[in-house]
């Protein structure tokens, strides 16, 4: 559960309190009363499987809404990290799978909670149990350090459930993967009412809409991302699991949303990839400020050093178009410095990005690169890219006529909505001048 810190408000005050009391009253032995709320919100024992031995007194003290560990596919030897981790039900069984090679990591805001599953662990004798003490939205764990990041209806109660999955991102390896079950709103709820029905249900922080769990898990920089929603747990509230993953990246490399601050470097590497000739009619690097209002906000990420953190790659879309009709159709960039070609980052670059894409509902990814650059156009076959044409003789670049290739990949995926009832869409962008968007790795 979220901790209210120095600052925290008198709701998760509240929220930590009410947790605290069912902790004391498991460890003296008692059942504590049901405090769900009137809605269902609350499975306990029924989302476990039989073979999952769940112990007694972390039972009694759960407030779960489902079972993280059937998705988290946890494997000997790893290491998982449960967030609000209460009486340790999900942490004890979470040892069990990964093993004593393995390490399971419980974080609690309740000191009580904390008391309540060690004593559970020690009883299940379980020695690969870790519990913390401190807040899920300040994670006292160091960067990639995990590898499957699990929550049992904890989220929900976070303030800042932004902030709680940029945190299970920081902490998760490349490749990892977020499993957890949680509480979901149906979109469309009058605003008042669904207050009213998340108080009720034991909600009070509010809880995510589908689409709104997806922006901020997007926005994290996870990439494969799937809401499942299962039983109602309230009018307009229902239990879901939801999974994630990290992008993959080379080892010694990290792929995250690109940021600000990581200007220099994109256009560095940018500029490098003009000089080569092969990479687009343009002949220099725009401002961050003319790139940044080019690029759409989302689907732009970097691959960096994981030590120093320099950027060593990037890719970034556009849109092709600001008619609603082709909201779901983007052009893509991605270069790599030319001192780390060759060891695979446009290759988990592109990945990380149609992954991201898919995930949004973006139903075709585009390309235009110059026959020459025979490197990018093998990438993006392996990609899935197909080739829809040849512009020739589409532009002159340093003096001579050159020919684009247009590839592209089309998603499973193939409607939208459109903004409005016109067909026009709200989106505006500036583009950059026409050029290609071709990938330069070696």
């Not at 039989?50 to 759960?62: H, I, M, N």
């Not at 939208?416 to 070696?442: F, H, I, K, M």
Request: glycine letters at 12%; charged letters at 20%.
């Amino acid at each position: 559960m979220p901790d209210s810190g120095t600052g925290g408000t008198s709701a998760t005050d509240a929220i930590v309190a009410r947790y605290s009391a069912r902790a004391r009253a498991a460890l003296a032995g008692d059942t504590p009363q049901d405090d769900c709320g009137s809605g269902d919100s609350c499975f306990g024992a029924a989302a476990y499987q039989a073979e999952d031995e769940v112990p007694e007194a972390a039972l009694r003290a759960s407030l779960g809404c489902g079972n993280p560990l059937a998705v988290a596919d946890l494997r000997p030897g790893e290491t998982v990290l449960d967030l609000g981790s209460g009486g340790g039900l999900d942490v004890l069984l979470s040892a069990r799978r990964v093993g004593p090679a393995g390490t399971a990591y419980g974080l609690d805001a309740s000191e009580d909670m904390l008391a309540l599953a060690r004593a559970n662990a020690r009883k299940a004798g379980v020695g690969n149990a870790r519990f913390l003490h401190g807040r899920i939205e300040h994670v006292p764990l160091d960067d990639a350090g995990v590898d499957a990041v699990i929550s049992n209806c904890v989220i929900n109660l976070a303030a800042d459930k932004a902030r709680v999955l940029a945190e299970a991102f920081r902490v998760l390896r490349p490749g990892g993967r977020l499993g957890v079950s949680d509480i979901i709103a149906e979109p469309g709820l009058d605003p008042g009412r669904r207050a009213a029905v998340e108080q009720d249900a034991g909600c009070p922080a509010g809880t995510l809409t589908v689409e709104e769990y997806r922006r901020h898990l997007l926005a994290a920089g996870f990439t494969t991302i799937t809401v499942t929603v299962n039983h109602q747990a309230a009018p307009g509230l229902h239990s879901a699991i939801v999974r994630a993953g990290k992008p993959a990246s080379p080892p010694g490399t990290l792929i995250r949303p690109m940021r600000s601050e990581d200007a220099a470097g994109v256009l560095e590497i940018y500029q490098a990839g003009l000089d080569t000739g092969d990479a687009s009619f343009e002949t220099s690097a725009p401002s961050w400020e003319r790139f940044d209002r080019a690029k759409l906000p989302g689907h732009r990420y970097v691959v960096a050093d994981a030590t120093t953190g320099a950027v060593l790659g990037w890719i970034a879309a556009s849109a092709v178009s600001d008619r609603c009709v082709y909201a779901g159709v983007v052009e893509h960039s991605v270069y790599v410095h030319p001192g780390h070609r060759g060891r695979g980052l446009a290759s988990a670059l592109l990945r990380a990005f149609v992954d991201s894409t898919e995930s949004a509902g973006i139903w075709t990814v585009q390309s235009g690169v110059f026959p020459e650059n025979t490197t990018s156009l093998r990438l993006h076959a392996r990609a899935g890219f197909r080739t829809v044409g040849v512009r020739e003789r589409i532009g002159r670049h340093h003096g001579r006529w050159r020919d684009v290739v247009l590839l592209e990949r089309r998603s499973p995926s193939r409607a939208g909505e459109c903004a409005d009832a016109g067909g026009q869409g709200s989106r505006s962008t500036t583009p950059l001048p026409v050029g290609t968007s071709s990938g330069t790795e070696t």
